[in-house]
Nanobody
Framework: QVQLVESGGGLVQAGGSLRLSCAASGRTFRNYAMGWFRQTPGKEREFVAAISWSGGSTYYADSVKGRFTISRDNAKNTVYLQMNSLKPEDTAVYYC????????????????WGQGTLVTVSS
């Protein structure tokens, strides 16, 4: 079982950047594909990005493509989400999770969710 802890959220102005981190416990982290989701009050979690176990493959939601970059460092058991050109509509709680089925964007195909980190983008 992998346990995940997100960090790096905060308040940023529109057009700014933030880098989120997701630290994983457990020796098997490097075996898992990982992903990021986000959620705003009253809405379901929305897929953001995913990365393969090696880091060699990624895919993104259309809403963040070209602005966000997912990466990982298996030596540090950490996955990252670099967010650039942030918009007010990116405001959400961001979660990382283990991806169980590569290619999926469905919340039900992810597990071992972290507690989330809040990103607020002011206009």
């Amino acid at each position: 079982q992998v346990q995940l802890v997100e960090s790096g959220g905060g308040l940023v102005q529109a057009g700014g950047s933030l880098r989120l981190s997701c630290a994983a416990s457990g020796r098997t982290f490097r075996n898992y594909a990982m992903g990021w989701f986000r959620q705003t009050p009253g809405k379901e979690r929305e897929f953001v990005a995913a990365i393969s176990w090696s880091g060699g493959s990624t895919y993104y939601a259309d809403s963040v493509k070209g602005r966000f970059t997912i990466s990982r460092d298996n030596a540090k058991n950490t996955v990252y989400l670099q967010m650039n050109s942030l918009k007010p509509e990116d405001t959400a709680v961001y979660y990382c999770a283990v991806l169980n089925f590569w290619g999926s964007r469905s919340e039900t195909d992810f597990g071992s969710w972290g507690q989330g980190t809040l990103v607020t983008v002011s206009s």
